[in-house]
């Protein structure tokens, strides 16, 4: 995300959700998705079968993993990254 004088934005982790927009916030993990390398990045296939495991989660919440607090399309989306559930579910 780039700011007014162009150069870059980036969300601080220490911050609270709340103080956050919305919109800004989805299109920060939005734009971190689609920066991962190829070499590390999970397959298109595999990043959609591994949200779709975690729609489908009771642990997650609001986008995010009640396991670890990652938000997981951001989890997902690395190839080397897996579920952090005791019983992965990938």
């Known amino acids: 995300m780039q700011t007014e004088n ?5 969300i601080c982790y220490r911050c609270l959700v709340r103080d956050f927009d919305e ?3 989805m299109e920060s993990i939005r ?3 689609s920066r991962i390398g190829a ?5 298109d296939e595999e990043y959609e079968r591994r949200l ?7 642990r997650l919440l609001s986008g995010t993993c009640t396991v670890c607090g990652c938000y997981v399309e951001m989890r997902a989306a690395a ?5 952090p559930a ?3 579910k990938w």
Request: glycine share 6%.
């Open 6 to 10: 162009g150069t870059e934005k980036r």
């Open 23 to 25: 919109g800004a916030l």
């Open 31 to 33: 734009d971190y998705v």
């Open 39 to 43: 070499d590390v990045k999970a397959s």
């Open 52 to 58: 779709k495991l975690c729609s489908e989660c009771d």
């Open 79 to 83: 190839k080397n990254n897996s579920c």
């Open 86 to 88: 005791v019983k992965p």
